[in-house]
């Protein structure tokens, strides 16, 4: 019984795995297809939900909060200039490598690491597309093309529509009329711009963890920056701000506090950005 | 024995229990407040006095050394320092560092003439011993000083008084060093003066600020070694 049963059972597993076969491409192939746009649309929708709940945000307080006090790490935030715009246009953020104004005494393993802490925690707040380091940035050089290339466009459609233009044939205003129609339907997307944060430390000091034990104020860690706000289209500083980060061994984890002067600019400069967004979104 | 002593007796030790109770725990927070600052005393008073002595402090860093024989310049044109801290910095204090450093360079004795230019109208202001001859001589070559304001904050007093927070008064200025016939750059220096005392206030850390941009100036320019070497 047992043998003739056999090719019975290899028959049917046999089946079984040619209907896998034959399924899974098939599958795979309806995921490709379907799970393409999915993943564009994810993250723009996330952005806005993340932003939304940025609502009741309240900023941070650098300069003395339970967290300084137990973990040290405090910071303060100048504006010289303050924000021009509305944040809520910029959905990318680009951070361009500090320029050390401290001459040597900011190593590129200190400006990697202070770099890699900012994006990594702009990052986690999941409020813009994409979080990029590139390398260099200068606001006046830059060519407004998009702007450029929408303001032509605009023009041309202007001319089309004036009443001096040339009257075209019933094809060409059925063509004008749908373009219309098509642009009016069209819901209104929030602008895709760019922002760029210019990074320069004016001020660096390692610090050390021995002399922070001492009772005498020696060996604080020091870190301040300027921060510059740009435009990518336009290349217009659109802020300024100084963060000074400072560590000195006077909380209550003393020199054995795991922050330092870059973890105060870090949580500075990423506050800082995101009550410009939720002041936006309010 | 009636029933009503029973209780006003109970009611009494209550009281007598709540009373002795409220006195050890009253006892003890006094205790424990004496306690830690006495402890706190201890530990702040040597940072506190220590701070008062030392705390005017001051870093700076060379952006780019001074490599040149400087001590054929003998006239100085010092500019006015370009505030990027804009209205975050009071108008008096920007005055106050501009005057400072030109008395300060001035007490150095080492130029026979010193020019204050305004950048804001670019000219020279002030012309004190102008000796009218534009040939370039060893001694009559000219040296420009100029600069900017890169960062100012005068602190928060209260919280230095009970050490806490991001409190420190900081003034940073950066430095340049120029030939004025050929603009070329001969040094750049980042001076950053920070003030953690009590007592201080924001014109010492403008006065110690000017005291350092005179000494960058005079040490360059009286030495023929460079200045890397010097360091």
């Given amino acids: 019984m047992l043998r003739s049963r056999e090719p019975f059972n290899v028959q049917r597993a046999l089946r079984l795995a040619l209907l896998l076969i034959a399924g899974l491409p098939a599958t795979c192939l309806a995921q490709s297809l379907s799970g393409q746009p999915d993943r564009q649309v994810a993250p723009v929708t996330n952005i806005t939900e993340n932003r939304q709940k940025l609502e009741n945000y309240k900023g941070k307080n650098g300069v003395l909060s339970m967290k300084t006090v137990i973990l040290g790490g405090d910071f303060r935030v100048t504006t ?46 999941k409020i813009f597309e994409s979080v990029t ?106 802020g300024r701000q100084i963060v000074s980060g400072k560590s000195g061994g006077s909380s209550l984890l003393g020199p054995l506090s795991p922050r330092d002067a870059l973890s105060g600019v870090a949580d500075g400069f990423v506050d800082q950005v995101t009550r410009r967004v939720a002041a936006s979104v309010r | 024995m009636t029933p009503t002593n029973t209780s006003a007796r109970r009611q009494g030790l209550i009281r007598a229990i709540c009373k002795a109770a409220l006195i050890i725990s009253s006892i003890g927070v006094a205790a424990v407040n004496f306690g830690c600052s006495v402890r706190s005393v201890a530990t702040s008073v040597p940072s506190r006095i220590f701070r008062e002595v030392h705390g005017l402090r001051v870093r700076s860093y060379q952006l780019m050394p001074v490599t040149d024989d400087l001590r054929a310049y003998g006239r ?93 008064a900081v003034l940073t200025v950066r430095m340049r060093l120029k030939d004025k016939h050929t603009a070329r750059i001969l040094g750049e220096m980042n001076i950053t003066v920070e003030n953690t005392r009590v007592t201080s206030n924001v014109e010492r850390m403008v006065e110690k600020a000017a005291d350092e941009v005179a000494h960058f100036v005079g040490r360059t320019t009286r030495y023929n070694t460079s200045m890397e070497a010097r360091y």
Avoid at chain 1, 87 to 108: F, H, K, M
Avoid at chain 2, 131 to 151: F, K, M, N, Q, W
């Fill in chain 1, 80 to 125: 010289v200039i303050p924000f021009k715009g509305n944040i809520a246009d910029y959905r990318r953020l680009e951070i361009a490598r500090p320029i050390s104004l401290v001459g040597g005494a900011l190593t590129s393993q200190v400006s990697n690491k202070q770099l890699e802490k900012l994006k990594s925690q702009l990052e986690e707040k």
């Fill in chain 2, 76 to 168: 100085v044109e010092i500019h006015t320092l370009e505030n990027l801290m804009l209205d975050q910095i009071p108008e008096i204090t920007v005055k106050q560092l501009n005057t400072e450093i030109i008395n300060r360079t001035r007490s150095l004795n080492r130029f026979e003439r010193i020019t204050q230019v305004d950048q804001a109208i670019d000219s020279p202001k002030k012309t004190p011993d102008q000796s009218g001859a534009e040939t370039i001589t060893p001694g009559s070559r000219e040296l420009i000083v100029e600069g900017s304001i890169d960062d100012y904050t005068p602190g928060i007093p209260a919280l230095r008084y009970i050490e806490q927070g991001n409190n420190h």
């Fill in chain 1, 133 to 238: 380091v590139i390398d260099s940035y200068s606001g006046a050089t830059e060519s407004p093309q998009k702007r450029t290339q929408t303001t032509s466009d605009n023009v041309r459609v202007e001319e089309l529509e004036s009443l001096d233009s040339p009257i075209g044939s019933v094809t060409d205003m059925e063509a004008r009329d749908k373009q219309r129609l098509r642009t009016e339907e069209e819901p209104q997307r929030p602008l895709d711009l760019t922002l760029v944060a210019v990074i320069e430390v004016i001020d660096y000091a390692k610090g050390n963890r021995i002399k922070q034990a001492l009772p005498l104020d020696l060996g604080k860690s020091i870190l301040t920056v300027r921060l510059r706000y740009y435009d990518k289209d336009s290349g217009k500083e659109i």
